[in-house]
């Protein structure tokens, strides 16, 4: 018996890649220009998109929607897209470095699963997956009068900015206990400051390699706050790195996920809570699920780390038509009304649109006006190995 499963077994092992590829082998089988042809895409972008042929070919030629995410919104968007065109939706909901190395994997392997990506990390994902041809970009023409400047000029579509920042108990304390990132490093708080795994999140760790770039802000407020100049340990470069070593040395405590961070940090009834460094979107929770937290405004040298989330067409997608119905979904569709469309998960505190159509969730400042480091996807991209070898060797 173990020898037939053994052969049964076996012969699945050769059979799923066949089938695999097999149902791509008609797109795969192009050459990548080729591709680019058929789908409309790179090259040859047209000048206008004619969306009754991009509808009629997504409804009548294409078949379901694989969309890897790296939120679980996935699931929200994907069934208003479901609703609106009767069109499935095949979401994944999967950490950034996860979804990366999967998109990576299988098109190494000639499989092209993901028609329509989500994800952050816009340093690797510019640096290895655009410029690579891994990632397309697609922005509908018919929105641009709207999308702002800067996400016109971006390499791929920006869904969305989000932040990182740092959260307290608002039950606990009646205001901020904190005005700057190096209070994270004092004494009383050792073993109480909270966030997602860095090395799981490429959000958390661009957070923490800006402070890195920004070494020179970083020596200037730790002189503010403690009125003396910053004594570096030995052989660390900067006070990037410094601020980055007394952190993990005050036993900076680490979660799988932004999820469990909030609740450690919000659940009522707390004697002394902890504080979490995590996504000010997170707050869309706290009204679910009874929580109160705050994020501190006023921090020297910044409130926070201003975040970009990016959605793309992967290459030799089968459904190219359908993957640029949902994008057009995903940023609330022509003329966003109430119900925002694939976008409504996304407008909550937190989350900034790209579109000037959109208005700001009530009690929300524009982006441009919250003090915020901006990802520098080059800097950050071209200092991220050093930056993570230094948090593997002080961990």
Known sequence: MKKILGMIYLALIVLVPMLFAEGNSEKSSMSQAEW????????????????????????????????????????????????????????????????LEKIFREQEAGLFNADVILVDDIPTVYNEYYQEGRMYNFVPTNLKSVIIDEAKTAPLAIHHYGARGIAYNSEFYDEAPIDSWWDLTRPEWKGKIIMKDPLNSGAEFNTFATFIQHYVDMEEAYQDEFGVELIKSDEVPNAGYEFLKRLMENDLILMSDSGTVMKAVAASGQSDPPLGILGFSKLRTIKEERLSAKFVEDLSPVTGFRTTTIMAIGVFSQMPNTAKLMIKWMYGDDNPDETLAGYKPYHVIGNWSVRSDIPEPEGQRPVDEMNFYVEDAEWLYNNAIKVRDFWLENQ
């Open 36 to 99: 680019e042809e058929w789908a409309q895409l790179g090259e040859h972008r047209p000048i206008e998109d004619d969306w009754g042929a991009i509808e009629k070919a997504a409804l009548e030629e294409e078949g379901p929607l694989v969309v890897y995410s790296l939120s679980s919104r996935v699931f929200e968007f994907g069934r208003t897209f479901y609703k609106k065109y009767g069109i499935k939706v095949e979401a994944h909901d999967i950490t950034t470095p996860s979804l």
